[in-house]
């Protein structure tokens, strides 16, 4: 299990299958602001609710000259039925392999209910322009947090 890449690291690169099917890497943003976030589950309430105020600031990324790119280890066809119930207007990357999470030490122990599993820590990483991580979130309580991200792109 990987650690968490540090603010001031460059952030790992990346190679997986979006929702458009290509595969989608981190080098492809080169010179772009890059919101790279990590939610657990396609259709959970929490993730919902994050997916959709990252599509309502769509506006304030794009204008900031920035991507916002959700990832799970949820296949592309639940990433489609995802995206397309709830309008998003940003790109899902698929991790059915898990070298995405590993690479980026989101990929944790977690308790439930009394119950120990490995799943995703809800994380947020802004990488800039040179691929350099300039913050991270994590754990992510999702109230606010899209807002709080879309604050650092616009000031970076």
């Not at 995802?82 to 940003?90: A, C, I, R, V, Y």
């Not at 898990?98 to 989101?106: F, I, S, W």
Request: proline fraction near 4%; include cysteine.
């Amino acid at each position: 299990m990987a650690d968490m890449p540090e603010v001031g690291q460059h952030a790992p690169d990346f190679s997986v299958p979006s929702l458009n099917s290509e595969a989608v890497k981190l080098s492809d943003f080169k010179g772009k602001t890059v919101v790279l976030y990590f939610y657990p589950k396609d259709s959970t309430p929490g993730c919902t609710t994050e997916a959709c105020d990252f599509r309502d600031s769509m506006e304030r990324v794009q204008k900031a000259g920035a991507v916002v790119l959700g990832a799970s280890r949820d296949s592309l066809k639940r990433h489609k039925n995802f995206s397309e119930k709830n309008g998003l207007n940003f790109d899902l990357l698929s991790d059915e392999e898990g070298g995405l999470t590993e690479a980026y030490g989101v990929w944790q122990e977690k308790k439930n209910y009394g119950r120990t599993y490995m799943g995703i820590v809800r994380s947020t990483f802004l990488i800039d322009a040179k691929g350099k991580i300039v913050e991270r979130w994590s754990p992510v309580r999702v109230k606010g947090h899209a807002a709080a991200v879309i604050e650092a792109v616009e000031a970076l």
